[in-house]
């Protein structure tokens, strides 16, 4: 197991069980549409809905039969006693939905700004599951449960692999970077990818995880 992936993982324990829970792209575009958004979402966890808590939690669990072993052994537990064993980990795992880790508000206004996209929560998971899928090759099963920071992390790789491979041009002026002559459509043609696209899309993507 990689760092990043250790540290995308939260543990809820109760009564022996032990569940964990990571922030995966099939967790999130679940959860992201269960209210209608994510300020839909936080409103309910903030009221403690305990339907949409168990749903968070179902829907992160790395092993389901443990998630409803736990869920099970809190039926009938007094709701504070639910909230003190549930509210933590869960804090913990909504910031790992709405964050990437490493890399703060500032970075991701300024590459907002740079990429002149501002895309939504679905469109932005849409593209993930695109890059999963396509460029880096994954089944949908292991694109579904990998998070958005995994993927984002591991599409930067594999444009920074394709470059030192293939080579890449020093960045010309701004202007020039979309004017596809046919030196620039020769270039792209044999790098396999156009590097200025890929740059924005990437830096759309990860501004709209960090927004």
Same mark, same amino acid.
């Given at each position: 197991m990689t760092p990043l992936a250790r540290l995308e993982e939260v543990t809820?324990?109760?009564a022996g069980h032990i569940v964990t829970l990571r922030p995966t792209l099939r967790a999130a575009m679940t959860l992201?549409?269960?209210?209608?958004? !994510?300020?839909?979402?936080?409103?309910?966890? +903030?009221?403690?809905?305990?339907?949409?808590?168990q749903t968070l939690i179902r829907a992160s669990a790395v092993s389901q039969k443990a998630a409803e072993a736990l869920l099970?052994?809190?039926?009938?537990?007094?709701? #504070?006693?639910?909230?003190?064993?549930?509210?933590?980990?869960?804090?913990a795992l909504l910031s790992m939905f709405l964050t990437s880790p490493g890399e703060g508000e500032g970075r991701g206004a300024q590459t907002?700004?740079?990429?002149?996209?501002?895309?939504? !929560?679905? +469109?932005?998971?849409?593209?993930?599951?695109q890059i999963g899928t396509g460029w880096l090759? !994954?089944?949908?099963?292991?694109? !579904?449960?990998?998070?958005?920071?995994?993927?984002?992390?591991?599409?930067?790789? #594999?444009?920074a692999m394709l470059k030192a491979i293939h080579g890449s041009k020093e960045e010309e002026p701004a202007q020039s970077q979309t004017d596809y002559t046919p030196e620039r459509l020769k270039e792209v043609d044999a790098l396999g990818y156009d590097p200025a696209f890929d740059r924005g899309k990437l830096q759309g993507? #990860?501004?709209?995880?960090?927004?």
């Open positions: 809820v324990r109760h992201e549409r269960l209210h209608g958004g !994510w300020s839909g979402l936080l409103l309910k966890f +903030d009221q403690f809905q305990l339907t949409t808590v099970s052994s809190l039926e009938g537990e007094p709701l #504070k006693q639910i909230k003190a064993t549930l509210e933590g980990p869960c804090v907002a700004k740079q990429s002149g996209k501002a895309l939504s !929560w679905s +469109d932005a998971y849409a593209e993930l599951y090759g !994954w089944t949908p099963k292991e694109t !579904w449960a990998t998070t958005p920071t995994e993927i984002t992390e591991a599409f930067t790789g #594999k444009i993507l #990860k501004a709209r995880l960090n927004a």
